[in-house]
């Protein structure tokens, strides 16, 4: 599974960002797919996933701002931010489970202005 992210850039505390991952077959049977990201210094952490049920999970420093959805007839997941704060600047990666094996998209930059 190859997966293509997109959507991120610079934007101002306070404001919004869509990030989308497309990925290169079917999603309707993939596990989990997921947010991920990465801030300079630190470990990688989950940010959102939703598995093929559509049971979400987010991290706690997200809940109630970020929502992740999967489009199944376009093979894209999406994560809307909103509220965005400058600790959400990081590099965010999505992130497929498919049985036993895990692929990674290849990151995209999200930097949040104070």
């Known amino acids: 599974v190859q997966l293509q992210a997109s959507g991120g850039g610079l934007v101002q505390a306070g404001g919004s960002l869509r990030l989308s991952c497309a990925a290169s077959r079917s999603i309707s049977s993939i596990n989990i797919m997921g947010w991920y990201r990465q801030a300079p210094g630190k470990q990688r952490e989950l940010v959102a996933a939703m598995n093929s049920g559509g049971t979400t999970n987010y991290a706690d420093s997200v809940k109630g701002r970020f929502t992740i959805s999967r489009d199944n007839a376009n093979d894209t997941v999406h994560l809307q931010m909103n509220s965005l704060k400058s600790e959400d600047t990081a590099v965010y990666y999505c992130?497929?489970?498919?049985?036993?094996?895990?692929?990674w998209g290849q990151g995209t930059l999200v930097t949040v202005s104070s």
């Open positions: 992130n497929a489970l498919l049985r036993t094996s895990i692929y």
